[in-house]
């Protein structure tokens, strides 16, 4: 079965770090753009990085968060740092074909469009 299955996640204090995984299940992830999304509570989802040739990151991420690939493990990390309260969400990975799409649109349109494979979630809360 082709799916994408997350890890990580949980409950952090102001300033802590914590990793997320996306790992492909049934096809390989160097085929695809992955993206991690976010959505708060009661806000819009948010692209706020995708990697594939290249990678995007939100501005409100950037500098804070740092996304790699390991195609050994057909694995996608997100690496999150300095986290803040305001980064309580719950995070997404989503894949998509490369060949239609790239980092920069996928997460300009929040993944709205082409997606072909999604996470089931992580809860990340950002709490003392």
């Known amino acids: 079965q082709e799916q994408l299955v997350q890890s990580g996640g949980g409950l952090v204090q102001p300033g802590g770090s914590l990793r997320l995984s996306c790992r492909a299940s049934?096809?390989?992830?160097?085929?695809?753009?992955i993206g991690w999304f976010r959505r708060a509570p009661g806000e819009e989802r948010e692209g706020i990085s995708c990697?594939?040739?290249?990678?995007f990151y939100s501005d409100s991420v950037k500098g804070r968060f740092t996304v790699s690939r390991d195609n050994a493990k057909n694995t996608v990390y997100l690496q999150m740092s300095s986290l803040k309260p305001e980064d309580t969400a719950d995070y997404y990975c989503?894949?998509?074909?490369?060949?239609?799409?790239?980092?920069?649109?996928?997460?300009?349109?929040?993944?709205?469009?082409?997606?072909?494979?999604w996470g089931e979630g992580s809860l990340v809360t950002v709490s003392s």
């Open positions: 990697i594939g040739g290249s990678t």
């Open positions: 989503g894949a998509a074909i490369a060949s239609l799409t790239s980092p920069q649109a996928m997460c300009h349109s929040r993944g709205h469009y082409g997606m072909d494979f």
């Open positions: 049934g096809f390989t992830l160097d085929e695809y753009i």
